[in-house]
């Protein structure tokens, strides 16, 4: 059953679009949201939500949509039975454009150094640039479940990936000796490509004489890269 006050109350619903322009290059402007190069770029939003006769409902909510930082959430179901949603969000993480680094295959879990480097001597004619930059997706998807009055059922489900490079630190030696005593400190370009899978279910009564919850989680992680 709706209640009649949700049913009367005034539903506003907005879709905005234009036109964005950022004026000049700003690398820790656009950090985390994509928009550290000048020029024009597309402004989205939308909000929107209906309440129907019969006690269904949809909600859609989105922002940021032109943007390297987008997030999207969509909610539909059943007034007090039933309610699903899924929802997208992108999170950028532009960290530094001035880094140089003499290793190879930057990106993957091998690095290299180039025939015949020297640090004393060629290291800065064996300098390359590369950007230090991630970029995070998730996906969250989920439902509840109203049998009774007196007991829910909650389940959801996400998934968040992250790529790219990123800079980790490292003691570089060649044997045990060196290592010990006379070893080289070095920031190594770090190869960045896990997921993380999420999984929460939970079972609530609550009555006159008692509340509980049951609840269950689980996080597995996965990293594409064994070693570096």
Do not use: C
């Not at 909600?59 to 997208?88: C, H, N, P």
């Amino acid at each position: 059953i709706v209640p009649d006050e949700l049913i009367s109350a005034p539903i506003i619903n907005e879709i905005e679009v234009g036109i964005g322009y950022v004026s000049d290059d700003a690398y820790k402007f656009g950090r985390y949201t994509g928009l550290q190069d000048d020029g024009a770029f597309l402004l989205g939003e939308i909000k929107f939500r209906e309440l129907y006769e019969d006690g269904s409902f949809l909600s859609i909510r989105g922002k940021d949509l032109g943007t390297d930082s987008r997030y999207m959430r969509v909610e539909a179901g059943i007034w007090g039975s039933l309610e699903a949603f899924f929802q997208y969000d992108e999170l950028p993480n532009f960290k530094d454009n001035t880094a140089e680094t003499p290793y190879l295959g930057v990106g993957s879990e091998t690095l290299l150094l180039p025939a015949g480097f020297d640090i004393n001597s060629n290291l800065d004619a064996n300098l390359h640039s590369l950007e230090l930059q991630t970029k995070r997706e998730r996906v969250i998807m989920g439902a509840n479940f109203i049998a009774q009055k007196l007991w829910q059922f909650d389940i959801d489900y996400s998934l968040e990936s992250k790529e790219g490079v990123d800079a980790t630190s490292a003691a570089i030696a060649h044997g045990k000796e060196q290592l010990l005593g006379n070893s080289t400190t070095s920031a190594l370009p770090e190869p960045i490509d896990y997921e993380t899978n999420q999984v929460n279910a939970t079972l609530h009564y609550s009555g006159d004489n008692a509340q509980f919850d049951l609840s269950y989680h689980a996080s597995l992680f996965d990293n594409n890269n064994d070693s570096l």
